[in-house]
C-alpha cells in the first residue's frame, strides 16, 4: 500500500552522490507470523522487486518492542492497536489506510504531506478549538504567535527527512531533490498560520509547501499534491482523502482522538 520505488529511487541517488555514506532509507518488514512464514514473504518481495533486507517476524508476540532495537524513525501498520502501542512509546506511528481509487504516483519523488496540530505540533492549540471554540483559538494564536508550539509525533520524521534534503543541496540539488514535503493545514493564513511557520523555523525545519486551507476540505489538494503518503490526527480528514485517491496515515496522538472515540 505505499510506494516503495520512489523510497528506493532517493537511496540510488544518495548512493550515486554519496558512495560512501549509509545514512538511506532502510526498510524493515515486521509481523507477528512466524518464522516459517519467511519463505512466503522473501518470494514475495523477490517477485515485486522490492529491497527490503531486514525482517522481524515474533512468532505471535506484538513487535512494538523491537522498535527501539532497530532504531525506528517510523513505524507503519494496519492494526491500529499496535500503532497506538508504538506512539505511547515515543515512537512516531500511523495506522495506514489505502485509497479508494488508483492514483497514478510518482517513481522519482518521494512526497509526503502532513497535517500540523497533533501531527508536526502538540495538541496545544487543537485543545482550545475543541474546548472553548474557533473565536478562543485565534486569539490564542495570535496571543502567542512568536512562541513556538511543542513538537508532536512526527516532528522527528520531518527532521529526518529535512536531513535527507540538505544532502542533496549540498550538491547544488535543490531543485532536483527527490524528496519535497508538504504542511495541509485547516489553519487560516491570516488568522493562525504564522504561527506554525515560525515554529518550523525555530526548530530549524523547511517545508517544501505550506497549504493553509481555513477549514476547507483537504482532499480536493492533496488530489493536486499526488502524496505517496498523508499524516493526519482526525479520521474526518482520512477518510476524505481516502475518498479522492490519497493513501492516508491516522497518527492517533492528541484530543481529536478523545471526540473520536465518543462520537
Not at 84 to 91: D, K, R
Not at 118 to 143: N, T
Not at 249 to 257: C, D, E, L, T
Request: charged content about 25%; hydrophobic content about 40%; overall charge negative.
Amino acid at each position: 500500500i505505499f510506494n516503495l520505488q520512489a523510497l528506493e529511487h532517493v537511496n540510488a541517488r544518495l548512493l550515486e552522490l554519496y558512495p560512501d555514506d549509509e545514512e538511506r532509507f532502510d526498510i524493515v518488514l515486521m509481523t507477528n507470523n512466524h518464522a516459517q512464514v519467511g519463505v512466503r514473504l522473501i518470494n514475495s518481495i523477490n517477485h515485486y522487486g522490492l529491497t527490503i533486507e531486514r525482517f522481524c517476524m515474533t512468532g505471535g508476540k506484538s513487535p512494538i518492542g523491537y522498535l527501539t532495537a532497530y532504531l525506528t524513525n517510523l513505524y507503519l501498520s494496519a492494526d491500529s492497536e499496535k500503532v497506538q502501542e508504538a506512539i505511547e512509546a515515543g515512537i512516531a506511528s500511523a495506522t495506514m489506510f489505502t485509497a479508494n481509487k488508483d492514483v497514478a504516483y510518482s517513481d522519482t519523488q518521494l512526497r509526503v504531506a502532513f497535517d500540523g496540530d497533533a501531527v508536526l505540533f502538540s495538541d496545544e492549540s487543537e485543545q482550545i478549538v475543541k474546548e472553548q471554540g474557533l473565536d478562543r483559538f485565534f486569539e490564542h494564536e495570535q496571543l502567542n504567535e512568536n512562541k513556538p508550539l511543542a513538537q508532536g509525533p512526527l516532528k522527528g520524521f520531518l527532521e529526518d527527512l529535512g536531513k535527507l534534503q540538505k544532502k542533496f543541496y549540498a550538491k547544488n540539488e535543490r531543485l532536483n531533490c527527490p524528496i519535497r514535503t508538504f504542511l495541509v493545514t485547516a489553519r487560516s493564513a491570516a488568522s493562525s498560520g504564522a504561527r506554525v511557520l515560525k515554529t518550523l523555523r525555530s526548530w530549524g525545519l523547511e517545508i517544501d509547501e505550506a497549504l493553509f486551507l481555513a477549514g476547507a476540505p483537504k482532499g480536493p489538494v492533496l488530489v493536486k499534491i499526488r502524496p505517496h503518503i498523508f499524516f493526519d490526527d482526525q479520521m474526518f480528514h482520512i477518510e476524505g482523502a481516502q475518498k479522492l485517491g490519497t493513501i492516508a496515515a491516522h497518527v492517533p496522538y492528541g484530543i481529536a482522538q478523545k471526540y473520536h472515540k465518543s462520537a
